[in-house]
């Protein structure tokens, strides 16, 4: 163990003398579908950040700020 540690210039990370497990591939993953959903969501909430900004404006207005 001391001379691992002498090898990797006294290294804790564990990186270092263990191994990482390879990553699992999901045969089922729909690329496309997820790409689109991701790109759907923004729409949805930038329309969202226009109404409430009105909202918060309008809100403004009627304080008199």
């Known amino acids: 163990m001391v001379t691992d540690r ?12 263990v191994g990482v497990a390879p990553e699992e591939v999901d045969e089922d993953f729909d690329f496309e579908r997820s790409f689109c959903d991701i790109h759907i969501q ?3 909430l930038n329309a969202e950040a226009v109404k409430l ?6 809100n403004f207005l009627e304080l008199g700020v």
Do not use: D, F, L, V
Request: proline residues 10%; without cysteine; glycine residues 10%.
């Open 6 to 17: 002498i090898t990797n210039n006294w290294s804790s990370t564990p990186g270092r003398y």
């Open 53 to 58: 900004a009105k909202t918060i404006k309008k």
């Open 42 to 44: 923004p729409e949805g």
